[in-house]
């Protein structure tokens, strides 16, 4: 890219998601200056001390003075609050957006709250590690990956084709949907996953039966990748199924339904029911595989430099 595509980008919140934003702006030249901001004294200093930016405040306010692009990464419950503290100093045409998993919860919480010569647009990267804060970061982690945007019927044109253009200049491929599709496509494909995730591990932890050291041990394939899932950030995951109830809890009766059909199955010794699905949920994984968001290697297709278990994990990344 040989000219920035906007003066002053300021991420406000530094975890994996907006550390990643960092780096593939700083390779690809995207924005002239980076201004970051986040709420920990620790999280920013490591920021510096990583090189990620150009301007650091805990003020968001001061970060995002004469920025042509905010970005939004923290958690969904604090979305109200970061808004109005920024309206006041938000520069006349400038695009406001978000890389939270909800998208309706987090349109009710920050448009109310921005002046009417900024332009809102939400905006989420489907992509994502089981680690945070700002060394979990990586340049090429939207590479190949959906960043879903989610414009309102009075969303400015132009607004959303830089936001699009930006999105895709970082790696992503683009979507557009409304905020509502948008919670209900994710909370199948992502919270209800989550969810079970962090169940099933639970579970495992309370039965009487069996030590927790035996679970550890003799941990198969599938129950580690449940615990690599249910690692993630805890406080991200708390806000996302507060304010995604609605779709949250329809999906999730559905899947309690299907799961009641698979338990008699199970209990009525009926095979072919039990092989039909089998055979039906492998191919939605050769499918994930072919359109290449997926690989069929092991440990979830990434790269041991991807997911180092060295990365430092800071509960106060946002």
């Keep these: ?50 090189n990620l930016g ?34 006041g100093s938000l520069k006349t045409g400038a695009i406001v957006t978000d890389v939270g998993s909800v998208k309706a919860s987090v349109v009710r919480q920050v448009k109310p709250n921005l002046p009417e010569n900024v332009h809102f647009i939400g905006a989420h990267p489907v992509a994502g590690t089981e680690y945070s804060g700002p060394d979990a970061g990586f340049s090429t982690l939207f590479e190949n990956r959906w960043c879903i945007l989610t414009p309102e019927a009075d969303s400015d044109p132009e607004a959303l084709a830089k936001l699009r253009a930006f ?3 970082c790696g992503s491929q683009t979507e557009v949907m409304t905020p509502e599709h948008h919670d209900l496509v994710l909370a199948i494909t992502s919270h209800i996953p989550h969810l079970i995730a962090y169940n099933i591990v639970g579970t495992a932890d309370d039965l009487e039966s069996v030590t927790s050291t035996e679970i550890i041990k003799f941990s198969a394939g599938g129950f580690r990748d449940f615990t690599r ?44 029911a039990l092989f039909k699905l089998f055979t039906r949920t492998r191919e939605i994984r050769r499918s994930i595989i072919e359109i290449g968001q997926e690989t069929a290697e092991p440990n979830f297709g990434r790269d041991e430099i991807e997911t180092p278990a060295e990365t430092v994990k800071m509960a106060d990344e946002k």
């Excluded at 405040?57 to 979305?79: C, E, K, Q, R, S």
């Excluded at 799961?259 to 009926?270: C, Y």
């Design 54 to 87: 150009d301007v650091y405040d805990l003020d968001p306010a001061v970060a995002v003075t004469g920025a042509d692009l905010v970005v939004l990464g923290v958690p969904v419950g604090a979305f109200e609050t970061v808004a109005k503290t920024i309206s």
């Design 229 to 272: 899932i249910a690692a993630s950030d805890p406080t991200m995951w708390r806000d996302v199924f507060l304010h995604n109830q609605d779709a949250v809890l329809e999906t999730l009766g559905r899947f309690s339904e299907d799961l009641s059909a698979l338990q008699r199955a199970i209990r009525w010794g009926d095979g072919d």
């Design 1 to 50: 890219m040989n000219k920035p595509m906007f003066d002053r980008v300021a991420l406000i919140g530094i975890g994996l998601i907006g550390s990643s934003l960092a780096r593939v702006m700083r390779s690809k030249g995207i924005a002239k200056e980076i201004a970051i901001s986040t709420r920990s004294e620790k999280t920013l200093e490591r920021a510096r001390e990583l």
């Design 167 to 169: 999105w895709e200049a």
